[in-house]
């Protein structure tokens, strides 16, 4: 399995990508997934997400945390205030 991070907000939150990888990997396990997948995470801002929204899943509104968003097969939303 290989996990892709990056992040808009510079190295700040490069402790994250250690984290998220060790959570894809226990996720992976518990679900018992031996298939060899990619997971890139992106830590973006309101504006980039906004676009991404628009011109990947016409959405007009950014995402939220009102348990509203729709999510395409694949996706998982982690919302972390």
């Known amino acids: 399995m290989e996990v892709t991070f990056t992040s808009n907000f510079g190295k700040q939150y490069s402790y994250l990508a250690a984290r998220y990888r060790k959570l894809a990997k226990v996720t992976f396990t518990y679900l018992g997934i031996t298939t ?15 676009a991404i929204n628009r011109d990947y899943r016409h959405e007009a509104n950014p995402s939220s945390d009102n348990g509203t968003c729709e999510l395409l097969h694949g996706e998982v939303l982690l919302l972390i205030s």
């Open 36 to 50: 060899n997948y990619e997971i890139d995470v992106s830590l973006v801002d309101d504006e980039t997400i906004h």
